[in-house]
């Protein structure tokens, strides 16, 4: 199993993957502790039926260079295959702002085959494929170096399962004339909106049981606030404050450090410094709004 860390054996080995119709791609990532996804791992396969054309891209490795897949991802006459794309599509994007094109998701493709909706990867594999796909490092560190074998043949097995899968799929859609039917949802995972998260309109995440204009206002401001924040700093928005927490602060809008410290769901670091000053001003930038 070929581990690629250099720059010039990825530029090799996508140049390949340039003579072939289609290579099917996953990642590895971890998002617990930061805002962006941190990529750890990329996985390609050129058609065929075993591993050995099969590679692992380690994009940890200091001094490697991914404008090689991202010459491949521009390069239209190769179709570039993922399973449920939007987290790796928006981790390239972050990253390079870019998309692969043409790009086939699988399992958007077997919801207009008539497998159900956001049908797992397992399910398809063991459908189509007849195989097995051993999820035991599914939830393991993928940062952590060196990588297990264990880890290393679940990797490879979430693009060399995906050929015959897509191969499977994709002719079935053309047998009965559906493949436009994906093309909306592809263009949506294309779209750069899907991916860019204003922070004026991070409120519409926010689950509350009042609407009233007023209130709605502040917790306007106060999620514009925190998605700014941890944007900033790469933390995720509920190291910041949770939902429940904004909730509360729209509630009593507080005016002082003091009333933040009176506060039952905000974090103790965040009733002091740069948040409780942010959270101040949010306030009174939401309860002055018409």
């Not at 994007?93 to 956001?118: K, N």
Request: net charge negative; with cysteine.
């Amino acid at each position: 199993m070929i581990t690629i860390t250099t720059t010039e054996a990825l530029a090799e080995y996508c140049t390949q993957a340039r003579q072939h119709d289609y290579v099917t791609i996953d990642t590895e990532f971890l998002r617990e502790r930061t805002y962006y996804s941190k990529l750890c791992l990329i996985q390609l396969a050129m058609p065929g039926t075993d591993a050995s054309n099969a590679v692992l891209v380690d994009p940890l490795v200091e001094g490697l260079s991914l404008e090689p897949l991202y010459e491949l991802f521009r390069d239209t006459s190769v179709v570039k295959v993922f399973h449920a794309a939007r987290q790796d599509l928006e981790i390239f994007f972050v990253d390079a702002q870019v998309f692969p094109e043409p790009l086939f998701d699988t399992q958007v493709a077997a919801m207009v085959c008539g497998f159900g909706e956001q049908v797992g990867y397992e399910t398809l594999v063991k459908k189509i494929a007849r195989e097995q796909v051993d999820k035991s490092s599914r939830f393991t560190d993928w940062s952590r170096r060196p990588l297990t074998d264990a880890q290393k043949t679940y990797a490879i097995g979430d693009v060399t399962h995906l050929r015959q899968v897509y191969e499977f799929l994709a002719k079935k859609l053309e047998e009965n004339n559906r493949s436009h039917w994906v093309q909306e949802e592809l263009g949506i995972l294309t779209n750069p909106d899907t991916y860019i998260i204003k922070p004026i309109d991070a409120w519409k995440r926010v689950k509350t049981r009042t609407s009233t204009a007023k209130f709605m206002a502040v917790v306007q401001m106060l999620a514009a606030f925190r998605e700014e924040y941890a944007q900033s700093r790469n933390v995720p928005r509920n190291r910041v404050y949770k939902d429940d927490a904004l909730v509360e602060l729209a509630s009593n809008k507080p005016k002082t450090m003091e009333d933040l410290s009176r506060s039952r769901l905000l974090l103790r670091e965040a009733r002091r410094g740069e948040i409780a000053d942010g959270i101040l001003a949010a306030v009174v930038k939401g309860v002055g709004m018409p």
